[in-house]
């Protein structure tokens, strides 16, 4: 996993900032570049050569022996738009899942030079052990999401609006990102009502093995789920379940 982050890293890092780059949008009108896809690439090319056995789940290039014991999960770049506006608030997600279900993790966020990696016990930014802040009331909160919009435009989100109301601090320092400042003990909450399973795979192990909680928005399994809420306590969970409940 180490490997293809470094390998993804070294690849996205000359697409970062540049005033030519070219971005197409998908049939689901999100966008694309060839920093996404060359990343994807090279990391599929290294799994078939090492772990020809494995199976491999791609945002970009779809799915290939998804039954197999241990399929990788990848996201070359989760946070296009903050990439392509040349803020690193982005990052490469990778998973393996054994049976199914995510058993290592990571965020590389190539540009910072950051690496936290997960295995549902211990999580590790740069190779030091990492823990999320023991912050159990709303009102302490750094509270972020992806799209604040997205929240404003869906009804069923309306009970998160009064988190965010009540936060401490709100801000949409979101997609992987959002992540790993939880993990790290940097924020509290992460809110996300619309993922796929490739933006969710890393996740898991990350906060779990940082001490935190992660679920769908109805406390339900993390994965697979189309939505997603990590919090550093399980007290902070419970109180955004109340809220998304009501």
């Known amino acids: 996993?180490?490997?293809?982050?470094?390998?993804?890293?070294?690849?996205?890092?000359?697409?970062?900032?540049?005033a030519d780059l070219q971005v197409d949008l998908k049939a689901d009108q999100s966008p694309v570049t060839a920093?996404?896809?060359?990343?994807?690439?090279?990391?599929?090319?290294?799994?078939?050569?090492?772990?020809p056995g494995h199976g491999i789940v791609g945002e970009e290039f779809g799915s290939e022996r998804q039954d197999a014991e241990f399929v990788w999960v990848l996201d070359p770049i989760d946070g296009t738009k903050s990439f392509t506006a040349?803020?690193?608030?982005?990052?490469?997600?990778?998973?393996?899942?054994?049976?199914?279900?995510?058993a290592l993790g990571c965020i590389h966020q190539p540009i910072l030079g950051q690496l936290l990696v997960g295995d549902n016990v211990t999580t590790t930014l740069n190779g030091?052990?990492?823990?999320?802040r023991p912050v159990t009331r709303i009102e302490e909160a750094t509270v972020l999401t992806s799209d604040p919009?997205?929240?404003?435009?869906?009804?069923?989100?309306?009970?998160?609006?009064?988190?965010?109301?009540?936060?401490?601090?709100?801000?949409?320092?979101?997609?992987?990102?959002?992540?790993?400042?939880?993990?790290?003990?940097?924020?509290?909450?992460?809110?996300?009502?619309?993922?796929?399973?490739?933006?969710?795979?890393?996740?898991?192990?990350i906060i779990r093995g940082a001490g935190g909680v992660i679920t769908d928005a109805h406390g339900g399994i993390a994965y697979p789920a189309s939505s997603t809420v990590a919090a550093g306590t399980p007290e902070l969970h419970r109180h955004?379940?109340?809220?998304?409940?009501s």
Not at 88 to 97: C, D, E, M, Q, S
Not at 128 to 132: A, E, I, L
């Open 128 to 132: 030091v052990p990492v823990r999320t």
């Open 240 to 245: 955004i379940m109340a809220a998304l409940a």
């Open 149 to 205: 919009a997205v929240i404003q435009r869906n009804p069923a989100c309306r009970g998160f609006q009064g988190i965010m109301n009540h936060a401490k601090l709100t801000r949409a320092w979101g997609d992987c990102y959002g992540y790993l400042l939880v993990a790290t003990g940097r924020a509290d909450v992460m809110y996300d009502p619309l993922m796929n399973l490739w933006d969710i795979a890393a996740l898991v192990p």
């Open 35 to 51: 920093a996404d896809r060359g990343a994807e690439e090279l990391m599929r090319e290294r799994i078939r050569a090492r772990f």
């Open 1 to 18: 996993m180490v490997e293809l982050a470094a390998l993804s890293g070294e690849f996205i890092r000359p697409y970062f900032g540049r």
């Open 86 to 102: 040349a803020v690193p608030l982005f990052g490469t997600l990778i998973a393996l899942l054994h049976r199914g279900q995510p």
